[in-house]
Every structure is written in C-alpha cells, then in structure tokens.
C-alpha cells in the first residue's frame, strides 16, 4: 500500500476548547498508532495545521472523519503526495502550540502577523513543521521548559 502525506490547515470553531483539544489529542494517539498513521497537529488559538502520513486508505478515511468534525472549519488542504518515507515516523500525533515556536522562525513563514496556516504554500507548511518538531524535540529534552500538552 503507497504511503502518502496530507497536510491541511482549519480554523478552530468555537466549541473548541482545552478539554476538547485534548480529548481530540487523546482519541488521535489511539486511532493512529492502531493505523500506522503519523504526524503532527499544530495550533494557536486561531487555527489547526496537521500533517497526515501513513496508508494511503487509512489517511483518506481519517481525513474524511476529520473535516466532518464540527470542531473545526474551513477544513483546506495543502498537500497530498505520495512518499518514500515518514518525516514524523516517531509521533502517532506530536501536538506543538505554535505560540511556543520560536518567534524568528514564525516571522520567517507567517510574516509579522503570526501564525496563519492558509497563508502558506505545500513547501511552506512542511517546513515549517519540520521547524516545529526540531524545537518540538528540544522542548522535550528540557521538560522543565515544556508546556505542550
Ligand atoms: P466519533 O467520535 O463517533 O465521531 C463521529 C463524527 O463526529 C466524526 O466525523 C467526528 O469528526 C465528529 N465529532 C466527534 N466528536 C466531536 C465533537 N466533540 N464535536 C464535534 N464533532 C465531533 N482523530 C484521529 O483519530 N486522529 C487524528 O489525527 C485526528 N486529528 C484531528 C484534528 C483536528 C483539528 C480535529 C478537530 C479532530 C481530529 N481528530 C482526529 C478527531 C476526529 O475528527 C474524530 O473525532 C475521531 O477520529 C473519532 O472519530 P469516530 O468517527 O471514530 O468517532
């Protein structure tokens, strides 16, 4: 079966709240790790980037069931291709708040207004959550210092 990733960007609706982001990173984990699905789901208190990787059937079935979640909309797709390999092969769902990131690396692909995912091109979005898991990855050796959930 191809491996593919699917990268899209939502804004969070207004039912969406803490409980409801971590009940959504709870059942995620689960889904996932049972599909062989990977990635990782970015926020601020605006909007959702998330990038999908794993069989091609499974990541089109999850996605259907996402962008019927009420807890979100604008549901817009940014990539779909077909891979090689995984670039988030360790996370079933690494979760980062943007709002963490380092400033001078948002700056670089959201400009001075912060993090807007629609703003941003296929290439864009991959890099920038490339940049994202390598913090996210420092966060995570220095626990003390991390507030991702
Ligand atoms: P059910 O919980 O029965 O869902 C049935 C339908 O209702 C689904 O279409 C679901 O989208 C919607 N729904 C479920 N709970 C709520 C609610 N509280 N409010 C409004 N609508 C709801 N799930 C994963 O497994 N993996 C992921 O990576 C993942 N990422 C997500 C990212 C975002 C930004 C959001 C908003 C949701 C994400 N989810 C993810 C949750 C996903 O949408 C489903 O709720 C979940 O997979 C369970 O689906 P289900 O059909 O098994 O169960």
Redesign the pocket.
């Known amino acids: 079966m191809a491996l593919v990733r699917l990268i899209y960007a ?1 804004r ?1 609706t207004e ?2 709240d803490t409980a ?2 971590q ?3 709870t ?6 790790a049972a ?1 062989n ?1 990977t ?1 990782i ?1 970015c ?1 601020d208190p605006t909007f ?1 980037m ?1 990038c ?1 990787e794993g069989p091609k059937d499974a990541v089109n079935d ?1 996605y ?9 909309s604008r549901i817009t797709l940014l990539e779909y291709v077909e891979i090689e390999k995984r670039m988030f092969r360790e996370w ?2 690494a979760f980062v708040l943007a709002n963490d990131m380092d400033k001078r690396v948002l700056r670089k692909y959201s400009g001075r207004k912060g993090f807007n995912p629609f703003a941003l091109s296929p290439g864009q979005a991959r890099d920038l959550m490339v940049e994202f898991v390598k913090q996210h990855r420092k966060q995570e050796a220095e626990p003390q210092k991390n507030r991702s959930l």
């Open positions: 939502s969070m039912t969406c409801a982001i009940e959504i990173l059942v995620s984990r689960k889904r996932n599909c699905i990635g789901l926020y959702f998330q999908l999850l259907r069931d996402i962008a019927r979640d009420k807890r979100h079933s769902m």
